[in-house]
C-alpha cells in the first residue's frame, strides 16, 4: 500500500528544514546550557567566534572566568523564567573584547521546570563603536565652540584694555587728570575682568572627573529643590517638584547632574524676578518618557525673546548685569548633559515663561564608574516549546 | 601717529561694552568728530533716526537686539541704507576672513554688504583711515 504523505507531516519537514536553516545559517551565536551553566549544544557561528564549547561552562566560553558572572543574567532566567536581553562584554577568539547582545529564553523541560536556558547573541561591536566615536565628535564639537566662545572674551576685554590705555596715554599728553582717572579706572575694572574670567573659564574646562552610579533621579531635583527654597522665598517666588512616586534609577554622575539643575533653578528664579507678576512659580520635574529620562525646570517668567533664543547656548553669553552672570550656567549644563548622551532643550514664550528640559536616552547613559552590572530588560516569559 | 579730521560728522557708537564706548567715542572726539552712543540694535534705530548720523560704528553681539538685526534694518530703511557702517566685533571662527561674515549679514534681507569690518581689539590707525576714508 502506496504511503500517503499527509499535510501535518508536510508541514513538519518545512518546520524542521527552517530550523536546520537557523541554526545552521543564522549570522548570531547560539547556544543552549544546563542548570550546571554547562554549555550543551551550539550552533556553527558561535563555535566560529568563540572556539571550542565542549563540556565548558558559558562565563568560561562567553568571558574567559572561572566562576560565574558577578549578577548573572542566566540564573535569574532559571529562578523567575523570564526572557531576558543585556548587553554584555566578552572576549573572542584571538583574545579581541567584543560588545554583544544577548538573550536568554529558558526551555521548560519535564515536570514544568526550566531545565535548559538558549543564549542568542549578537556582535554589537561596530554599533557600540560608531555610538562611541559620535559621542566623541560631539564632545570635540563642545570643545571647539567653548575655544571660539573664550577668543570672543579676550577679544572684548583686551579691546576694553586698550581703551584704558588710550585714556592713560591721551590724559598724560594733555595733562588731563579726570582723562587719566578714567583711564586708571577701565583697566583696573577690565584687569579685575580677565582674572575673574580667566579663573571661571578654567574652572569650566577643568571640570571634574565624572562618578557614573546608579542614581534615583528625584535625588538631585530633591536637593536642588532644597537648596533654593530659602531663596525663592525671599523673591516672593513659589517653587516646588512635581516628581514621580517612582522612576527607574539610572547610571549617571549625580553631582554633575545636580550642577546642571541648579543652574537651570537659578535662571529661572532670575527670569522670575523680573517678572511683574503677582504670582511667580518654578517647578522642578523629573519623567519617564519612552525609554528616555526627562527632567524639566518650568517658570512662568518673563520668557526669553527671540534673538536671546539663538544665542543663548553661546559661551560668555549672558544678559545678566555686569557681575552678576558669566554667560557659562548653561555652556556648563550643556556639556555635562552631552557627556552623558542627552540633549538639553527648551520652549519659550515671551512673557509667558519657559522649560527647560534635559534629556537621556537610557541606552545612551554611560557606564558606571563603581563595578555595578547594567540592569535587565525584562519581557514576558516565552511559551514553553 | 593719528591724524584729526576737519568737519564735525556724527557718528553713531553702537556696543554693549561701557569701555569700548568710552574708548571709541573718546578716540573720535579727540580726532574730531562728534559721537552718540547706544547700547544695543534697537535704541541703535531710535539715534539713527532722532540724530540723522554720517556713519555707524556697529557691534554685533549686544543683548535684546542684535547688530546683525540693526544692520539688516538700517539697510532695508530705504532714507538710511546709504549710512555708512563699520562693523567692529569680536565674533571668531572665520579664521580672520571677513567675507563669509559680510555675506552672511547681507544675504537674509538681500542687503549690500558692510562697508568695513574690524576685528577687536581694533588698529587705531586703521579704524580712524576707515572713518576718514568711509566719510570723505
Redesign the interface.
Known amino acids: 500500500m502506496q504511503a500517503v504523505e499527509s499535510e501535518a507531516m508536510v508541514t513538519e519537514d518545512i518546520r524542521n528544514w527552517m530550523h536546520a536553516r537557523l541554526w545552521y545559517q543564522v549570522p548570531m551565536s547560539i547556544s543552549v546550557i544546563d542548570r550546571d551553566y554547562k554549555i550543551v549544544e551550539a550552533n556553527p557561528h558561535f563555535a566560529r567566534s568563540y572556539g571550542d564549547w565542549q563540556d565548558r561552562s558559558c562565563h568560561e566560553v562567553y568571558k574567559g572566568l572561572s566562576q560565574r558572572c558577578a549578577n548573572c543574567a542566566a540564573a535569574k532566567t532559571f529562578a523567575d523564567g523570564l526572557v531576558r536581553e543585556r548587553e554584555e562584554l566578552g572576549v573572542i577568539r584571538g583574545g579581541k573584547q567584543t560588545h554583544y547582545l544577548v538573550h536568554m529564553i529558558p526551555l521548560i523541560g519535564e515536570g514544568g521546570r526550566i531545565s535548559h536556558i538558549v543564549e542568542m547573541s549578537t556582535d554589537i561591536t561596530g554599533v557600540k563603536l560608531l555610538e562611541q566615536e559620535k559621542l566623541d565628535a560631539e564632545r570635540l564639537a563642545a570643545v571647539g565652540q567653548t575655544v571660539?566662545g573664550l577668543?570672543?572674551?579676550v577679544?572684548?576685554l583686551?579691546?576694553?584694555?586698550?581703551?584704558?590705555m588710550?585714556?592713560l596715554q591721551?590724559g598724560i599728553e594733555r595733562g588731563d587728570a579726570s582723562?587719566l582717572v578714567?583711564g586708571w579706572e577701565?583697566l583696573k575694572?577690565?584687569m579685575a575682568r580677565m582674572t575673574s574670567f580667566v579663573k571661571e573659564f578654567l574652572e569650566f574646562a577643568k571640570g571634574r572627573t565624572p562618578e557614573v552610579r546608579s542614581v534615583d533621579p528625584n535625588q538631585p531635583a530633591r536637593e536642588v529643590l532644597s537648596l533654593f527654597r530659602d531663596t525663592a522665598k525671599l523673591k516672593g517666588i513659589e517653587i516646588r517638584a512635581n516628581l514621580p512616586k517612582s522612576i527607574p534609577k539610572a547610571f549617571m554622575d549625580k553631582e554633575g547632574i545636580h550642577t546642571c539643575l541648579a543652574n537651570l533653578v537659578s535662571n529661572a528664579l532670575d527670569a522670575c524676578e523680573v517678572s511683574d507678576k503677582p504670582h511667580r512659580n518654578v517647578v522642578i520635574s523629573t519623567d519617564e518618557r519612552e525609554g528616555t529620562l526627562v527632567f524639566e525646570v518650568a517658570d512662568d517668567g518673563v520668557g526669553i525673546?527671540y534673538?536671546?533664543r539663538k544665542?543663548i547656548f553661546?559661551n560668555f553669553?549672558s544678559?545678566k548685569a555686569t557681575g552678576k552672570g558669566t554667560g557659562l550656567g548653561l555652556l556648563t549644563t550643556r556639556k555635562i548633559v552631552q557627556e552623558h548622551g542627552g540633549t538639553v532643550s527648551f520652549d519659550s514664550t515671551e512673557g509667558a515663561g519657559s522649560v527647560f528640559r534635559l534629556e537621556f536616552p537610557r541606552d545612551r547613559l554611560p557606564r558606571p564608574t563603581e563595578d555595578e552590572a547594567p540592569k535587565d530588560k525584562k519581557s514576558p516569559p516565552s511559551p514553553a516549546p | 601717529m593719528i591724524q584729526s579730521q576737519p568737519g564735525k560728522k556724527k557718528i553713531l557708537v553702537l556696543d554693549d561694552e561701557p569701555h569700548v564706548v568710552t574708548y571709541l567715542q573718546t578716540l573720535l572726539q579727540d580726532n574730531g568728530y562728534e559721537t552718540v552712543s547706544a547700547s544695543n540694535g534697537k535704541e541703535g534705530m531710535e539715534k539713527v533716526r532722532s540724530e540723522e548720523v554720517d556713519l555707524v560704528c556697529l557691534d554685533i553681539s549686544m543683548p535684546e537686539e542684535s547688530g546683525v538685526r540693526f544692520y539688516r534694518n538700517l539697510k532695508d530703511d530705504s532714507r538710511r541704507s546709504a549710512t555708512p557702517v563699520v562693523i567692529i566685533t569680536a565674533v571668531t571662527g572665520y579664521g580672520g576672513d571677513s567675507e563669509p561674515f559680510k555675506q552672511f549679514i547681507s544675504t537674509r534681507k538681500q542687503v549690500p554688504p558692510p562697508e568695513a569690518f574690524l576685528s577687536k581689539p581694533i588698529d587705531k590707525q586703521e579704524f580712524l583711515d576707515t572713518i576718514a576714508r568711509l566719510l570723505s
Do not use: C, P, Q, V
Open positions: 571660539a577668543a570672543h572674551g577679544k572684548n583686551l579691546m576694553g584694555i586698550d581703551g584704558g588710550y585714556m591721551s582723562r578714567d577701565m575694572e577690565d525673546d534673538e536671546i544665542k553661546a553669553f544678559t
